[in-house]
Structures are given as structure tokens and as C-alpha cells.
């Protein structure tokens, strides 16, 4: 199993970045996808994540109105579109599946498999 995440960078506060999240080697469906971030001294929390069965989505409080997740299927890729970032977005953003549905959606103690982690810096 493999996450590739990419698109990470800096940007200015208003600014907007799209991370991508290519998955492969899975031989069984998973519960959902998205992306958690963290940032130091804090911990790691869900940001936006997919269900994949239902089609449900989660998007944290302080995200929700500014970042957008989405799925190709074709590709196997999941994007997440931030737009109006905050200099509070400053994080590591990891991809990450969750394989059941024991715990909420997007919850870190439910993913299973990560991705390595890509850096969003927001700063003038």
C-alpha cells in the first residue's frame, strides 16, 4: 500500500495550493481517505476526509467554506483544494485511508495507512 502525497509549498495568506494524494497496492475497499494535519505542539487532527462507501465527508470547523475535498477514481488521486489560506494552516498534511468505521471519519486514531507528509507554509 502506498499514499503519494504532493503539492505542498508556501503561500502567501489569501493564497491557495491543491495538494494531491495518488493511493495504490490496496486489495480491499477502506472506509475513507483525506487528509489530517499537524503542526508543532499540537496534535494531529482530521482536516477533510471522504467516506468512501456513502459518499460523506467531513471538513473540520476552522477548513469548512475554504478547502474542498474531491476524488478521481480514474486516477485513483485524492485532491484537496485550500483556497484563503490563514497562516494557522501552517502544518505537515498527511494522507491518510481509514479502514473502518469503528471510529468517526477522519478521526487520527482511525487511519490505517499514511502517506509521508507534504508541508504547507502560509507566511508573507
Known amino acids: 500500500v502506498q499514499l503519494q502525497a504532493s503539492g505542498g509549498g508556501l503561500v502567501q495568506p489569501g493564497g491557495f495550493l491543491r495538494l494531491a494524494c495518488s493511493a495504490s497496492?490496496?486489495?480491499?475497499?477502506?472506509?475513507?481517505i483525506g487528509w489530517l494535519r499537524q503542526t508543532p505542539g499540537k496534535q494531529r487532527g482530521g482536516v477533510a476526509c471522504?467516506?468512501?462507501?456513502?459518499?460523506?465527508?467531513y471538513y473540520a470547523d476552522s477548513v469548512t467554506g475554504r478547502f474542498t475535498i474531491s476524488r478521481d477514481n480514474d486516477k485513483n488521486t485524492v485532491y484537496l483544494q485550500m483556497s484563503n489560506l490563514k497562516p494557522e494552516d501552517t502544518a505537515i498534511y498527511y494522507c491518510a485511508t481509514q479502514a473502518y468505521d469503528s471510529q468517526p471519519l477522519c478521526s487520527d486514531e482511525g487511519m490505517n495507512y499514511w502517506g509521508k507528509g507534504t508541508q504547507v507554509t502560509v507566511s508573507s
Open positions: 471522504l467516506g468512501n462507501f456513502d459518499g460523506s465527508t
Open positions: 497496492g490496496f486489495t480491499e475497499d477502506y472506509y475513507g
